[in-house]
């Protein structure tokens, strides 16, 4: 979520830390879990679920903000959603209560400090204090959440003559830069010198008076690299760890949530020192509804994938609030409801909503409410990612550890269609048992596959329990000397590749051509293609003399990590080539493919 620093200014989002997970099949499985340093184990154990005030708080739905912008936030708003929630949702595993952007601002955006440059709740906002709003959240058995953005604001400063709390001869002159360099999303803060003591020891009164008001759960917004900002002055990565020093110095278990779009190469850096991360920018349409599918709820199939790894207990990727309960509110239709609630589950994001919990739906409690869907989320199954193309129908998988698969399927084109799961991309053959999530119901036995007619950005939803055998496959390396390179492309080194080597540079004409791909039977034969790249890239792939199909390959998350996607080639029974070209664009790079032994069914 984004929080204005000015009335005419609007930041951004938190997120969560994790464990590393392996890939088997191309498909994640989970790796036991490390707690962090200074973290209690307790702390993000699985993806937290609440609400938080920002969605409200940003739109321009009549008679959410009467006072003006962001007027929504108030402890009268805030208790009342901590009292529906506790009626309507906690028994579902909701339990933090988050307060967003603008709880020590008046309407005008003013803020409101103490004498040692702390923030203090803006008195017409809450007019009793923080500490008796999280008083009253804790009375209902919730947890309490509260925002801060990174860095010293600038309104703090105070001409660097600030005293800072329980250290003495620190004033904010000694915790920033000389040149008073500025940070954050917004450049609405000065860059804290963690190279001097007292800014550790700011940040330490900032964590005490937050566990002193009893809060348990931080917000910690425009946090870079990310929020749209690189460089120097944007690397927050020392303010995130003298966070988790001062939350562990409180004694208070903290959970600590970074905002927003964080920079995927600093992943290492969030998991070690928080609890969660926001791996994109606001789900928020800052229209006249809270989202919408093009802001930015569709997005996130696409930016997803490569933070995929990332995730496990201690730590989880944030794809932001999921606003499907409000019918008309929402501004989606109901099968883009569902789909957003698909896509956070599989994707194991913290699940906290930012509707009006007083007028929810009846199908917007379906979809918040559904036990196997939360169970998805919240259970010691993986996150999914896809197993086919981002094209415009998708398909996405996790092999769970009890040997089912989470499989869901998504149409994201503007217009109804089929899509189908092959058993086969899962890694296995013939039958398997079926179950729809959400609507609760086996559909029996399917033979190698699942299709099903979906509406437009519609999404289905099954556990899927293998009847049949494994898949038998034929290996070809990328690199082999039979193959033949064309334009730009070349063999590299490649330690996560199955044989130590790949083939890149498949960029503006350079093209991968396998020459001996031999199969029995004539027939669609789904491939599963082995790759690195760090972005989504398309490539065209080609059969034969046969005209190419175009498919944009998912991000791996960065170019040392292999993932696998499964793509159908039409071949002809004995030798066929299968060709690999960038065309005008910049390709995946390749490892390998496997050819199944026989066709689709």
Known sequence: MRSPSSPSVLPARGLTAAVVLTLTAGLATAVPATAHAGTAPAVAAKPYMGWSSWSMQSSKYPGLNPDGDYSYLTEANVLRQADALAARLKRYGYEYVNIDSGWWRDKDWKPRYDGHGLQQADPVRFPHGMKAVADHIHRLGLKAGIYLPVGLEKEAYGNGKVPVRDADGCTTADIVHDDLRTTNGWDSAYKLDFSRPCAQKYVDSQARLLADWGYDFLKLDGVGPGSFKSGDNYDNTADVAAWQR????????????????????????????????????????????????????????????????????????????????????????????????????????????????????????RLLTNREVIAVDQGDTPPARPVTPSDPQQVWAAKNPNGTYTVALFNLADAPAAVTADFSSLGFTGRASVRDLWNHEDLGSRRNAITEALPAHGSRLFTVTPRGGALATTGHEAEAGANTLGGRASIADCPACSGGKKVGDLYTGGSLRFNDIVVNRPGTYLIKVAYVSGDPRPVTIAANSGAGTRHTFPSTGDWGTVETVSVPVTLKAGRNTVTFDSGSDYAPDIDRVDVPSSPRQ
Not at 281 to 305: A, K
């Open 246 to 365: 001062a939350i562990a110095a409180t004694g208070r278990p903290i959970h600590l949530e970074l905002s927003w779009s964080l920079d995927i190469g600093h992943a290492a850096d969030w998991k070690r020192y928080s609890q969660g991360w926001r791996v994109d920018t606001d789900v928020e349409c800052y229209c006249n509804t809270l989202v919408g599918w093009e802001n930015s709820v569709d997005d996130r199939f696409t930016d997803t994938p490569g933070w995929t790894r990332h995730a496990g207990p201690g730590g989880w990727n944030d794809l932001d609030s999921l606003d499907v309960g409000n019918g008309a509110m929402d501004g989606l239709t109901k099968a883009e409801r569902q789909t957003y609630a698909t896509l956070w589950a599989i994707a194991k994001s913290p699940l906290y909503t930012g509707d009006d919990l007083t007028r929810l739906d009846d199908y917007g409690v």
